[in-house]
């Protein structure tokens, strides 16, 4: 369920009204850090595709997409090449991607295929924490069978691996078949 600050913020207005000073400065409070962290999050994230958007302009004609959109940056190449770049930033050393992460992705990836162009899904992976970014291309089998991906980050050996597994619940749904 998603955080509403609007329905905290009214929960905290009548417990004012009630006279419920504490409680709702406990509210308040709890929302204020909660909005503070998500700007904080979603302010990286923005900065990551506009960097990502500018390390891509050298290489072809790159588009900042809309939400509507929902792929972060396009950049077309010659010979009808097309890069989908989804930028994720993480603060933990692990990153599950599941269908339901990649699956607009999987969808734009597949018409422009239609359409005759040789398009590339990639995962832009920036770990700020361990000062790491990857581009993870992902493969059109793990997309088509709907695989969980695993981006895990590795303290001994500092290295990033990429794993891919089927979810139980697919395992489950198969055996029944």
């Known amino acids: 369920m998603a955080f509403r600050i609007d329905k905290v913020i009214k929960e905290a207005i009548e417990l004012l009204e009630k006279n419920n000073i504490e409680e709702a400065k406990r ?19 923005k900065l990551y595709e506009k960097d ?29 090449k097309v890069k989908l770049i989804e930028c994720k930033v993480i603060r933990k050393d692990f990153l599950y991607l599941y269908p339901s992460d990649y699956e607009k992705l999987y ?7 239609t359409l005759g162009y040789m398009p590339e899904p990639i995962i832009a992976v920036k770990m700020p924490k361990r000062k790491k970014e990857r581009l993870i291309i992902l493969k059109e089998e793990w997309m088509e069978k709907g695989f969980v ?7 001994g050996s500092r290295r990033i691996t990429v794993d891919w597994f089927v979810p139980r619940k697919m395992r489950n749904d198969c055996k029944k078949l």
Not at 63 to 70: A, L, R
Not at 107 to 113: A, D, E, F, P, V
């Open 52 to 80: 990502v958007y500018d390390r891509f302009s050298k290489k072809g004609v790159p588009f900042k997409s809309t939400h509507s959109f929902d792929v972060d940056v396009i950049v077309l190449e010659k010979n009808h």
């Open 149 to 155: 991906i695993k981006i895990r980050f590795h303290q």
């Open 27 to 45: 509210k308040l409070k709890y929302a204020y850090e909660v909005y503070d962290r998500h700007a904080w999050l979603s302010k990286d994230g």
């Open 107 to 113: 969808i734009i990836y597949r018409k422009l295929k």
